[in-house]
């Protein structure tokens, strides 16, 4: 039998910032989508995917450093990692820990598929979802998606 490697850091610690861990096995890049974090902004960031994990089969860990997520962005990512866990760093210590919670209505964060929905005109108006049993329901056209979120996050 093999014996079990040390546990260690996959990535080296970061001093202050936020670790989203056990995030759905990936879902990393979507979950820095929903957080709007692009190759063009700024923060320093380590990602590590498919992770083997005590608790889940595969992981996905992003750690953010020098940004404190709040509760208001950090719970749209619970649409597709809703085992995800925020912790907040500061001087190398896990100072708080908290789930997500999906929120129930999302206003700018996913395009409506209906292409003459209101939402999509040269309105001013950004979309909203109603978060429903069986997915997300446009707030304007009544366009439902069940599937494949991540693909209509704007
Ligand atoms: N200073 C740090 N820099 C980078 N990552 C860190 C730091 N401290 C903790 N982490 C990471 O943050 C996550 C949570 O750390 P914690 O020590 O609470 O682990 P845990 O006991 O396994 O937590 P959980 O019960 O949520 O799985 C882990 O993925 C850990 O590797
Ligand atoms: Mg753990
Ligand atoms: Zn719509």
Do not use: W
Not at 34 to 49: F, K, P, Q, W
Not at 121 to 129: A, Q, V, Y
Request: net charge neutral; aromatic share 2%; proline share 5%.
């Amino acid at each position: 039998m093999n014996e079990a490697p040390p546990r260690q850091l996959l990535v080296s610690p970061i001093k202050n910032g936020t670790v989203i861990d056990h995030i759905t096995a990936g879902e990393a890049l979507n979950v820095l989508k929903i957080l709007g974090i692009t190759g063009t902004t700024s923060e320093r960031l380590s990602i590590a995917t498919n992770v083997v994990s005590r608790d889940m089969r595969r992981k996905d860990i992003v750690k953010i450093e020098n940004r404190e997520l709040m509760t208001e962005e950090v719970d749209r990512i619970a649409l597709i990692a809703p085992r995800a866990t925020i912790n907040i760093i500061r001087e190398y210590r896990v100072v708080e820990k908290k789930g997500v919670e999906i929120p129930s209505v999302l206003i700018g964060v996913v395009r409506c598929p209906n292409p003459g929905c209101i939402s999509n005109t040269d309105e001013p108006i950004e979309s909203r979802f109603e978060v429903v049993e069986k997915g997300l329901r446009c707030y304007y056209c009544d366009n439902l998606i069940t599937r494949d979120i991540a693909r209509h996050i704007i």
